[in-house]
């Protein structure tokens, strides 16, 4: 009787490998076995070939028999949840058995049995809290479940584990509050972008003002404020030096107003001041960024009846904003180290790299994280924040976006292409953009519509998400003056009502 032997398959499909790397060997030794003689390019071509495809062989060989090792480890995993979680089914059912035999043994089982169940749950528990998020979650409802169709077996989801990263997979930054389970369903929690409140512990004691220069009636009220924060509310107060001159010059009465002399003083504001009142558009409170180095509240005046608003504010609570702001380094290509980088640009609204003076188009180079998202040409780039999507980007076509959205707006400036759309881009994300050697011309950066700055072939952009925003009081909430921002100073959908004499009078 003939028997017919085959060899077995191997689990996990290391077979398969084998034969990879018996096929290389086969591709090696037909190598070995042909002559290749310097005359014949022919046979020196088909080496060549048999080469490349033994290198491939062998790249297939080393990422399948990769991708099996992750297969099994994963299926280890998987096993030992498995029986973590019968032994919890066993350990349940028990108990439920004891507990049908009488009322005494009911009783008894309940002092002893569910201690230890819960010992071994909170073992667990605290095992993922450590972690990360795990789902071994029992499912059960009474209610909800049909008995005849489970056959009284307790219903499990697939076991898995949740965490929060921060900055790429080596980072120390956890945030194990963000995603949490509820019977079995993915939650978020509340995010960092819900309205804050801010309550003065002590109250404040400096401020300073900044004004719209070249205007008669923000000097004025300038004037008015000074007066009434002093006398009233008996405050320390800083103006720019201009305004100083301005308020000496109107009366000497203003001999109390304090100012500053150089950039390193300027620098140092943060340090002692509480409040910023700005009094003027926008262009005025994107000074502020200047003092707001790390923290300090702000608080926009553009009404003359500034001192129910200020005594609002400065009595407390009030709802905040924090404008995140963006971080940029200039990194040249002819610097050799470190020291040689240029310093940090903060900016609140947005940084522009364009073509500046030159007729060519951007040819701008773009990174996120180190990995290549396109090559922008046409007019230039913005880089936006979440407060400066109602600015430059908007007019660049792209979208308006909360301000307390955590996000970086790409926006392209006139691309040469029918397909180029914005984005908006994660937070916590790094973006570099790279003039390439072969640019005809060289680019230019401004930040926040000053500092411009040129950029030379090989020189780098690198812009992130700044640790320090800037915190704005708000009139109502967050969400009530962007709607009401838009809606005055965009005349965002504003358009006449149709007359109900237009419509059809259907018949």
């Not at 702001?325 to 470190?338: F, G, P, T, W």
């Not at 940090?344 to 998202?373: A, H, Q």
């Not at 979440?386 to 792209?398: I, K, M, R, V």
Request: proline residues 4%.
């Amino acid at each position: 009787m003939d028997t017919c032997v085959s060899r077995p398959h191997s689990e996990n499909g290391f077979g398969d490998s084998l034969s990879l790397l018996q096929s290389e060997k086969a591709v090696q030794e037909i190598l070995q076995q042909t002559p290749v003689h310097g005359s014949d390019d022919h046979l020196i071509e088909f080496s060549e070939a048999l080469r490349t495809v033994a290198k491939a062989l062998r790249r297939a060989a080393e990422g399948k028999a990769a991708a099996q090792a992750e297969a099994a480890e994963w299926k280890r995993r998987f096993e030992l949840e498995r029986a973590r979680n019968l032994r919890l089914e066993n350990k349940e059912q028990s108990f439920k058995e004891n507990n049908s035999v009488s009322e005494g043994g009911r009783l008894e089982n309940s002092t002893s049995q569910p201690v230890l169940l819960n010992q071994e749950r909170e073992h667990s528990n605290r095992a993922c809290l450590e972690h990360g998020i795990c789902s071994h979650e029992v499912l059960q409802d009474a209610k909800d479940v049909d008995s005849n169709m489970v056959n009284n077996k307790i219903m499990k989801k697939a076991s898995f584990k949740l965490s929060w990263r921060c900055k790429g997979e080596n980072s120390d930054q956890h945030k194990h509050d963000i995603v949490y389970f509820e019977r079995g369903n993915i939650t978020t929690a509340e995010r960092s972008s819900k309205q804050i409140s801010l309550k003065w512990e002590s109250p404040p004691q400096t401020v300073v003002i900044l004004t719209k220069p070249n205007s008669n009636s923000v000097q004025i009220l300038c004037a008015q404020m000074v007066r009434w924060l002093r006398e009233q509310k008996k405050l320390n107060i800083y103006v720019e030096p201009r305004v100083r001159a301005e308020l000496l010059t109107e009366s000497s009465y203003f001999s109390f107003v304090q100012t500053w002399k150089d950039e390193k003083e300027i620098l140092l504001l943060h340090t002692k001041v509480d409040l910023v009142v700005t009094l003027g558009g926008d262009g005025t409170v994107l000074w502020i960024s200047l003092f707001c180095n790390m923290n300090c509240s702000d608080i926009r005046s553009y009404s003359e009846h500034y001192k129910d608003y200020l005594d609002s504010v400065l009595r407390g609570p009030i709802s905040i904003t924090l404008r995140n702001r963006l971080q940029c380094h200039v990194i040249r290509d002819a610097a050799k180290n470190e020291i040689e980088i240029e310093d940090p640009i903060l900016v609140l609204n947005e940084v522009t790299i364009d073509r500046g003076i030159s007729s060519y188009l951007t040819n701008l180079e773009c990174y996120c994280d180190n990995s290549f998202v396109t090559c922008v040409q046409g007019d230039g780039l913005i880089l936006s924040t979440t407060s400066g999507s109602t600015a430059y980007s908007l007019a660049a076509g792209g979208s308006m976006v909360h301000p307390q959205v955590p996000g970086i707006l790409f926006t392209p400036i006139c691309p040469h292409s029918l397909s180029f759309r914005p984005l908006i881009l994660p937070e916590h994300v790094t973006l570099r953009v790279q003039i390439p050697f072969n640019s005809r011309s060289p680019a230019w950066a401004s930040f926040d519509g000053k500092d411009r700055k040129q950029l030379a072939p090989g020189d780098a952009l690198v812009c992130s998400m700044a640790p320090w925003p800037v915190p704005t009081a708000c009139q109502v909430d967050s969400t009530d003056d962007f709607f009401r921002s838009i809606h005055d100073g965009l005349h965002w959908n504003l358009r006449k009502t149709q007359s109900s004499f237009d419509v059809p009078l259907d018949v």
